[in-house]
C-alpha cells in the first residue's frame, strides 16, 4: 500500500531530507541519528537520511518555504554565529523543528507514532500541535544527532489518567535543539499542566522558543559536550515518567 504524505491527503511519492544538504555540507563529523520507541532496540541512520514522506507538492511547497525562512539563521547557528532571534523568528524555527521531529518519527510503522495526521496536517498551516515546548542550546563539538523517543507522565495513581508525550533531541553543528509535546486525556485540556524533568541547569543551557516571550538571544550561557560536565545525552535523557506538577 503506497505511503501516504505526513501533511496532506495525497500518496508520498518524494523523500524528505532530515537534515538539508546546506546544513551538512561543512560538517564533517557525522553521529548516528538515533530512534527509541517504547523499550525497543534503537534505530541509527547515519549520514544523508531520507524519508518517504511527503508529496512534491508540500515538499517543494510550504516544506521548502520553511527551510528558506530558517535557512539564515539556522545556518548561523550551526556555524556558532551568535544571533538574536525575534518572536517572527523563534515561531519560524519553531515550526521547523517541529517538521524535522515529525519527518524522523515517520521512519516507523503508522501505528507506532505520537504526532496524529491532524498534528501534521496542522503544521503545514502554522499551528505547532498544543502542548508543545522547544528549546535551543549549543554544543561545543560539530556533528549531527537526532534522537527520538515516547514518554509518559502519571497524572495520578490511576493508569488510565496518563499522559503520553514524545521528545525528540537534535544537535546540528554547533545548535543543539529539543521539543516536547504532551497529549493529556481530554477532561484535562481546560487546564494548565506542567511536566517534570530531571534537575538540571536548564535555564543557564536552553533557550525557550516555544511557547515564545520575546526576543532570546543565543547561545546560552552554558553549552553542552559529548563528555565532560553537561553531556549531550543529559539534555537528550532529562524526561521522566512522573507527575503533574
Same mark, same amino acid.
Not at 2 to 9: A, M, N, S, T
Not at 61 to 79: I, K, P, Y
Given at each position: ?25 561543512? %560538517? ?18 547515519? &549520514? ?55 519527518? %524522523? ?37 560539530? &556533528? ?28 546540528? &553543528? ?31 543551557? %536552553? ?13 546560552? &550561557? ?12 543529559? %539534555? ?10
Amino acid at each position: 500500500m503506497p505511503k501516504q504524505c505526513l501533511f496532506c491527503d495525497n500518496v508520498a511519492d518524494t523523500k524528505e531530507h532530515l537534515w538539508s544538504d546546506w546544513i551538512l555540507q561543512g %560538517l564533517k563529523r557525522v553521529h548516528p541519528i538515533r530512534q527509541v520507541i517504547q523499550k525497543s532496540e534503537p534505530r541509527e541512520f547515519y &549520514g544523508d537520511v531520507r524519508i518517504k514522506c511527503a508529496r512534491s507538492t508540500c515538499n517543494h511547497g510550504w516544506m521548502s518555504d520553511l527551510e528558506n525562512s530558517v535557512r539564515a539563521t539556522v545556518g548561523a547557528m550551526v556555524h556558532d554565529i551568535s544571533v538574536t532571534l525575534d518572536v517572527e523568528t523563534q515561531s519560524a524555527i519553531s515550526r521547523w523543528i517541529t517538521k524535522t521531529a515529525m519527518v %524522523l518519527e515517520a521512519a516507523i510503522p503508522v501505528e507506532k507514532r505520537f504526532y496524529s495526521r491532524d498534528d501534521c496536517r496542522q503544521l503545514r498551516l502554522g499551528i505547532i500541535p498544543e502542548r508543545s515546548m522547544i528549546w535551543l542550546g549549543r554544543m561545543s563539538e560539530v &556533528g549531527v544527532f537526532a534522537a527520538g523517543t515516547r514518554v509518559w507522565l502519571n497524572i495520578d495513581k490511576d493508569t488510565d489518567k496518563r499522559a503520553d508525550g514524545v521528545v525528540a533531541t537534535f544537535s546540528v &553543528g554547533n545548535l543543539a535543539s529539543q521539543i516536547l509535546t504532551f497529549r493529556f486525556p481530554e477532561h484535562y485540556n481546560a487546564t494548565t499542566m506542567q511536566v517534570q524533568c530531571f534537575d538540571g541547569p536548564w535555564e543557564e543551557s %536552553l533557550i525557550t522558543i516555544h511557547p515564545t516571550n520575546g526576543p532570546v538571544t543565543w547561545p546560552p &550561557g552554558l553549552t553542552f559536550s559529548l563528555k565532560g560536565k553537561l553531556p549531550f545525552t543529559r %539534555l537528550r535523557d532529562r524526561w521522566k515518567v512522573g507527575r503533574a506538577l
